[in-house]
Each structure stands twice: as C-alpha cells, then as structure tokens.
C-alpha cells in the first residue's frame, strides 16, 4: 500500500492536533497533498504542514470555521486551487461536551451539532462537484461511540455523532452513482496529545475488551484504508475502531 494515493489531494478538517493532525501525516505518508485546517491555530498549522511535507506530501494551510459558509468554500478552493483537484474530504471538526441534560445550555447544544453536523453537511455539500470529477471520491467522516453505546452525560455528543452515522448512511447511497464513497470511523477511547492516562468515566465503568487505550495511529490507519484502492468497494459504512469496547457488556 506504499505511497498508494500518490497524486491525490485530501482536506483534513480540524487537523492542526490530535487525530486530525495523525490522519493529515498518515495520508502525506501514502502520498496525497493535504489542506490543513483549523480555526485559529495558525503555528500549530505551520507545524504540522511541515511534517506533512516530511512525510512525501504537498501541504496547504486554510484557516475557517467549518460552520461558516464562506470559510468552507474558501477551504475547498484551496485545495482545488493549490493542488489541482479534490478527491478526499475527511471530516473531523467536532466538539466534546459532558455534562447532565439538565445542566446543557441551548447554546451548547447548538454549539456542538454545529461543529459536528453542521461541518460535515457544509463542507461536503462543497466538495461534491469536485470529488464526483475524481476517479475515485472519498468521504470519511469521524463518528464516536457515544452516538452507539449510550452514554450518560453526553447527550448531545451522542445526538451528533449518531446524526453522522445516519448521515453516512444516506450519503452512501446517494453518492454511489458518482463513484464517490462515504463512511464513517467510530473512534473510542484514544489516548490525545497531552493528555496521557487521562479516561472518561464511561471506559472506566466499562472497560475495553483489548484491555488498553487506542493511539491516535489506529484511527488514522483505518481512515488510510478507506482512502486507497483496496476501501473502494466500502461505503455507507459506520467502522468501530475501539478494542471492542462498543460490543462489550
């Protein structure tokens, strides 16, 4: 699978840390040009390019806010702009919210269905004209096992990532005639950049059948897969990457 995405160029949303900032590395590794996307974060996104260029890719850097339409049309001319073309959109802009229902403002719940479903929905709609020109368009979307394993005191993290999951669902379907697939990766519990050890109470009370935390690295592997040659008869596809934890009793 070495350097399998060779010539191909990807949007990595939410991609100046953690999983985001993994996956944009993994797919320079296989080849591709990546845009770098974040809100404000413009050294981390410097940062990063400069390891995407180290790992054999072309980098671009966009900064927006992926609930905002303009900033997302301004994404996808980067990278059409920069690279050429758009085959990959990976969509990884997502909020964290836990707290009791009835502690949850309107303005978080709306804050985190925005970041979540809101991005995706934007950022996919402008990227459709320019995948459907690719031999081979892919979407990846980054679920949760909140949204599958019923999870208290994270409602509205739930409510959006199982809106995803549904998302990717429809989207598959509807996409297929363009040869473009569209599939969701469910990550769990993933130890993050400066946060070692740290484990929500729901992988404490329930604990992972692999008996230990996944890296950012499994995720981005997954998402690699589901990008090259040997994902594209995939799609419509929620993925659980998380040691079985979504299974367990």
Partial sequence: MERELEGRAAIVTGSVKNMGHTIAVTLARAGASVVINGRNSIDDAKKVAAEVEAAGGRAAICMGDVTKEADVAKIVDTAVSEFGRLDILINNVSSRLAKPITEITLDEWHGVIQSTLDGAFLCTRASIPHLAKSDRGVIVNLGGVSGHGGVANRTVVAA??????GLTGALGRELAPMNI?????????????????????????????????????DIAEMVRLLCGPHGHYVTGQTIHVNGGWHIAT
């Fill in 160 to 165: 959006a990532k199982a809106g995803l999951a």
């Fill in 181 to 217: 697939t569209v599939n969701c990766v469910a990550p769990g519990h993933i130890e993050h950049e400066g946060e070692p050890g740290r484990m929500s109470q729901h992988f404490i009370e329930r604990p992972i059948p692999l008996g230990r935390a996944g890296e950012a690295s």
